[in-house]
């Protein structure tokens, strides 16, 4: 395997739920940096791909697929607790709908599965992201990443965030709109029908941040309906970059030591 892994080991013991978990765009397996140094059990958190040392080729497609068997040799022997956030939250999705019999539990923050958007029986969520989508791709395809990765920072953290940013970090979000680009082909790409997600048995949270973009919040609506064993967790005035600026209470909802994975996610 070819990720570069950032993430604590320790062996686990069948009261230790294993936790997998994947990082949204623009980030690397180093986002969950602060959750590993306190685990006692196993904590993997490879990059997606694009995020290693190999950047992404501009205009290069993607699917959902690719992404999902990039991550699924992390699993192991036995079922693993998958951990997404955003688009790691889709791509955690994909692995479940691929390989079901591998997972013991979700716990996702606001996965991005917008194609779930376009039944939607309100437009609004969809119209809006299809703009963010349309202007981001436009901008990072003609050239100008970081006109790309602004537009996109202000609108998933709020107004001002780009300006906020420092000059390092802004570089490193703009070299990375090539693959964020691609990941939006690959988001509205996506042609899983609604009884797939009907099929899955596993538990899953579904976490939200009131604060957060409608079609995050949407998303997860529409999941809640769709997935037998969902349940929605509201997190009050904390918006869609939560795992990152709220590691505490996102952090909270993760599977507890000497529970199995499944029921960690019953009570």
């Known amino acids: 395997m070819s990720q570069t892994l950032h993430a604590h080991h320790r062996q686990a013991t069948q009261e230790e739920p294993r936790i997998l978990a994947l990082h949204?765009?623009?980030?690397?397996?180093?986002?969950?940096?602060?959750?590993?140094?306190?685990?006692?059990?196993?904590?993997?958190?490879?990059?997606?791909?694009?995020?290693?040392?190999q950047p992404w080729p501009t205009g290069r497609s993607l699917t959902l697929d690719e992404e999902a068997e990039h991550v699924a040799g992390w699993i192991g022997a036995e079922p693993v607790h998958l951990v997404g956030h955003s688009y790691g939250g889709a791509v955690a999705l994909q692995l479940a709908l691929r390989h079901p019999g591998r997972i013991a539990a979700l716990t996702l923050f606001e996965p991005v599965r917008f194609h779930l958007l376009r039944s939607d029986a309100d437009s609004t969520a969809w119209d809006e992201i299809v703009r963010l989508a349309r202007r981001v791709c436009?901008?990072?395809?003609?050239?100008?990443?970081?006109?790309?990765?602004?537009r996109f920072a202000d609108y998933w953290s709020g107004a001002?965030?780009?300006?906020?940013?420092s000059a390092s970090r802004q570089l490193a979000l703009?070299?990375?709109?090539?693959?964020?680009?691609?990941?939006?082909?690959?988001?509205?790409?996506?042609?899983?029908?609604?009884?797939?997600?009907?099929?899955?048995?596993?538990?899953?949270?579904?976490?939200?941040?009131?604060?957060?973009?409608?079609?995050?919040?949407?998303?997860?609506?529409?999941?809640?309906?769709?997935?037998?064993?969902?349940?929605?967790i509201d997190l009050a005035g904390i918006g869609h970059m939560g795992p990152l600026t709220h590691a505490d209470a996102f952090a909270a909802l993760l599977p507890q030591r000497n529970a199995p994975a499944p029921l960690a996610l019953a009570a």
């Open 174 to 232: 703009a070299q990375r709109m090539p693959k964020i680009a691609a990941e939006f082909q690959a988001i509205f790409s996506d042609t899983a029908p609604l009884s797939a997600y009907g099929a899955l048995r596993m538990p899953v949270r579904l976490v939200v941040g009131t604060a957060s973009p409608l079609p995050a919040r949407r998303v997860a609506h529409r999941l809640q309906g769709l997935l037998p064993h969902a349940r929605h």
């Open 160 to 165: 001002g965030t780009w300006k906020a940013m």
């Open 24 to 53: 949204c765009s623009g980030s690397s397996g180093r986002q969950w940096a602060s959750y590993a140094a306190r685990w006692v059990g196993r904590f993997d958190a490879p990059d997606l791909l694009g995020y290693g040392a």
């Open 138 to 150: 436009t901008l990072a395809r003609a050239g100008f990443a970081a006109a790309a990765a602004a």
